[in-house]
């Protein structure tokens, strides 16, 4: 069982900038695909960045966020993060922590990001 923990979420202005963290306790973290995931009010989740297992030499963005959103993760520390810069109001949502691999997927509580123009 992965226990994932999100923080860094907070209200900023746009054109700000935010770190996203998310610590993982319980499994091998290494093990694991990670990704960002995020969902608005009234809209559906979606996948905002995503790293492969092992050393992360694999990323994912999404459109939107390409340019501005840096993945990464410390294996060593067990946490992911997203680096989030330029924000804009479009970002505003909470920000979910993945975690996946052939038998299990696990979610965090997820952080709130809110984005003020």
């Known amino acids: 069982q992965v226990q994932l923990v999100e923080s860094g979420g907070q209200l900023v202005q746009a054109g700000d900038s935010l770190r996203l963290s998310c610590s993982a306790s319980?499994?091998?973290?290494?093990?694991?695909?990670m990704g960002w995931f995020r969902q608005a009010p009234g809209k559906e989740r979606e996948l905002v960045a995503a790293?492969?297992?092992?050393?992360?030499?694999?990323?994912y963005y999404r459109d939107s966020v390409k340019g501005r959103f840096t993945i990464s993760r410390d294996n060593v520390k067990n946490t992911m993060y997203l680096q989030m810069n330029s924000l804009e109001p479009e970002d505003t949502a909470v920000y979910y922590c993945?975690?996946?691999?052939?038998?299990?997927?696990?979610w965090g509580q997820g952080t709130q990001v809110t984005v003020s123009s």
């Open positions: 993945h975690a996946v691999n052939t038998w299990y997927n696990y």
């Open positions: 319980g499994g091998t973290f290494s093990r694991y695909t």
């Open positions: 790293i492969s297992w092992g050393a992360g030499n694999s990323r």
